[in-house]
T-cell receptor
Framework: GENVEQHPSTLSVQEGDSAVIKCTYS??????FPWYKQELGKGPQLIID?????GEKKDQRIAVTLNKTAKHFSLHITETQPEDSAVYFC??????????FGTGTRLQVFP | EPEVTQTPSHQVTQMGQEVILRCVPI?????FYWYRQILGQKVEFLVS????????KSEIFDDQFSVERPDGSNFTLKIRSTKLEDSAMYFC?????????FGPGTRLTVT
C-alpha cells in the first residue's frame, strides 16, 4: 500500500524566513496531495492541496510543488510568522479516497 | 463557515467498556471518515463510509469497531470492548468528493 515519508520532523526558522517541508510517496497511482496544519489540541486543517495534473499551486504565502516522476512534493511557506507555528502533515490519496499521512513536521517560527 | 463537529471532546473509559464517539459531518457532504492519532504520531485512516455502507477499512478497524449513520446528520464510531491501546485522538472527517475536512477530535483515554 501507499507509504508517505516526510522530512524534516522538526523545523525552526526566524520570523520572515522561508520554510520548506518535503514528502515522498510510494504509490505512483496517488493523484491527490493535500497539506494539513494541526495546532495544539485541534484537528487537522486543510491549507492547500495539489492534484497530479499540475506541478505547482500557490495561495498567498504558501505554495506546493509536485514532481510526479520523482514521487515527491513539497510545501513552501514564505515570510513566516509566529502564527505559522504548528505541526504540518502531508498526505497522499488515490482519487481523493482515504488519506495516507506523513509523519508530520513541527514548525516553530521564532519572533 | 460549515464545520465538522465531534462529541465528546474527551472520553475516559475503563478497559472492556463500550464507547460511542459522535460526529456531525458538514451537511451536504457524501463521504465520511474516521481517523485516529496516537499521541505524537501521525494520523491513521480507520474507515470510510459512503452511500450508507463502509467503502474501505484499515487493518486497525477490526471486529471491535463499527460505524453507523443513524440519521441524516450523525455519524458514529463504536468501539465494543476498549483496550488500552485504543487510547488516542479520534477524528471524524467529511468530504463532498475532494477536500476532506476534519473535526476537532475526541480524545479517548482507556484506563
Amino acid at each position: 500500500g501507499e507509504n508517505v515519508e516526510q522530512h524534516p520532523s522538526t523545523l525552526s526558522v526566524q520570523e520572515g524566513d522561508s520554510a520548506v517541508i518535503k514528502c515522498t510517496y510510494s504509490d505512483s497511482a496517488s493523484n491527490y496531495f493535500p497539506w494539513y496544519k494541526q495546532e495544539l489540541g485541534k484537528g487537522p486543517q486543510l491549507i492547500i492541496d495539489i492534484r497530479s495534473n499540475v506541478g505547482e499551486k500557490k495561495d498567498q504565502r504558501i505554495a506546493v510543488t509536485l514532481n510526479k516522476t520523482a514521487k515527491h512534493f513539497s510545501l513552501h511557506i514564505t515570510e513566516t510568522q509566529p502564527e505559522d507555528s504548528a505541526v504540518y502533515f502531508c498526505a497522499a490519496s488515490i482519487n481523493t479516497d482515504k488519506l495516507i499521512f506523513g509523519t508530520g513536521t513541527r514548525l516553530q517560527v521564532f519572533p | 463557515e460549515p464545520e465538522v463537529t465531534q462529541t465528546p471532546s474527551h472520553q475516559v473509559t475503563q478497559m472492556g467498556q463500550e464507547v460511542i464517539l459522535r460526529c456531525v459531518p458538514i451537511s451536504n457532504h457524501l463521504y465520511f471518515y474516521w481517523y485516529r492519532q496516537i499521541l505524537g504520531q501521525k494520523v491513521e485512516f480507520l474507515v470510510s463510509f459512503y452511500n450508507n455502507e463502509i467503502s474501505e477499512k484499515s487493518e486497525i478497524f477490526d471486529d471491535q469497531f463499527s460505524v453507523e449513520r443513524p440519521d441524516g446528520s450523525n455519524f458514529t464510531l463504536k468501539i465494543r470492548s476498549t483496550k488500552l491501546e485504543d487510547s488516542a485522538m479520534y477524528f471524524c472527517a467529511s468530504s463532498f468528493g475532494i477536500e476532506a475536512y476534519f473535526g476537532p477530535g475526541t480524545r479517548l483515554t482507556v484506563t
